[in-house]
């Protein structure tokens, strides 16, 4: 009867010892910064200004700003439109795109339907653009389609400056006027 009281007050031990340190099956917390938008504008028409000199001009249908990072992180989730002004009050870019993001107040990430015009009239059209202000760069690694009055040029992956004048395209290949591949060392009659 003892061996029968002591395996009992065992058992009764080792399962109130196992209640007590069960652990609760919790999710970490959720940072409201990670998620949620900092701020939310709808229909958002608005000039931006460097150093007292405008310089875009924004239109989007929404514009989040999230604070999970240093400077905030801008979203356009519903279309975007922009345009950038030179020194005298001129565009000189047009961007539009069905989505775009501004991380750290220096690199935009365009995506969907992205389209640029340069104040050539040249018209580029792609799915992914990126586009460092800083370092005046703007590139891709998707297919880019490129209209001029008198050509066409297509390719995969883009590289060119900030005012898009000045680019290469891998992977090449376009429609042009025959008179270009003329030998320039002829005489003309």
């Not at 010892?17 to 958002?44: P, Q, R, W, Y």
């Not at 066409?152 to 270009?180: I, Q």
Request: net charge negative; proline share 3%; glycine share 4%.
């Amino acid at each position: 009867m003892r061996k029968f009281s002591a395996i009992l007050a065992c058992s009764l031990l080792c399962l109130l010892a196992a209640c007590s340190v069960e652990k609760e099956h919790m999710a970490e917390a959720i940072n409201e910064e990670d998620s949620l938008a900092f701020m939310t504008a709808s229909g958002v028409s608005t000039l931006i200004s460097d150093s007292g000199v405008i310089r875009y001009r924004l239109i989007a249908e929404d514009w989040q700003i999230h604070n999970s990072t240093t400077p905030a992180t801008w979203k356009f989730l519903h279309g975007f439109f922009m345009e950038r002004f030179d020194q005298d009050m001129h565009a000189d870019l047009f961007v539009q795109a069905d989505t775009a993001f501004l991380h750290k107040q220096e690199l935009w990430e365009l995506r969907g339907r992205v389209v640029i015009k340069n104040l050539e009239g040249t018209l580029f059209l792609t799915e992914e653009l990126f586009w460092d202000m800083r370092a005046q760069k703007m590139w891709n690694h998707m297919p880019m389609d490129i209209y001029m009055p008198d050509r066409e040029l297509h390719g995969t992956e883009f590289r060119s400056n900030e005012k898009m004048t000045d680019y290469f395209v891998m992977n090449s290949a376009g429609a042009f006027p025959a008179s270009d591949t003329e030998d320039n060392n002829t005489p003309q009659q």
